[in-house]
């Protein structure tokens, strides 16, 4: 069985940085689009960021220029740098896989457990 895992989340404070990693675990051998999305208190999820298996990057609006997501193929991780954070980053975040191949299935789409990132003075 395939699942990711989230790791990073935390507090921290206005115009800092925080670095969030996800991690597909079991064997798989191969993942189309991995990325993030959030969901503040009160609000639906929303894309933060997605990378493709080629490396082709999409940021919401709202954090571009701020955050930076990569990932690397062999170790089935995605990642997401933030900077400047601002309070209404403050959201948990999800790590997500899209068309995962894994040894006994194939999955439409993965998420993750969800990681609290509260961005606050």
């Known amino acids: 069985q395939v699942q990711l895992v989230e790791s990073g989340g935390g507090l921290v404070q206005p115009g800092g940085s925080l670095r969030l990693s996800c991690a597909a675990s079991g064997i798989i051998f191969s993942i189309n689009d991995m990325g993030w999305y959030r969901q503040a208190p009160g609000k639906e999820r929303e894309l933060v960021a997605v990378i493709t298996r080629g490396g082709f990057t999409n940021y919401a609006d709202s954090v571009k220029g701020r955050f930076t997501v990569s990932r690397d193929n062999g170790k089935n991780t995605v990642n997401l740098q933030m900077g400047s954070l601002k309070p209404e980053d403050t959201a948990v975040y999800y790590c997500?896989?899209?068309?995962?191949?894994?040894?006994?299935?194939?999955?439409?789409?993965?998420w993750g457990q969800g990681t609290l990132v509260t961005v606050s003075s």
């Open positions: 997500n896989a899209v068309d995962v191949i894994g040894l006994r299935a194939r999955y439409t789409a993965l």
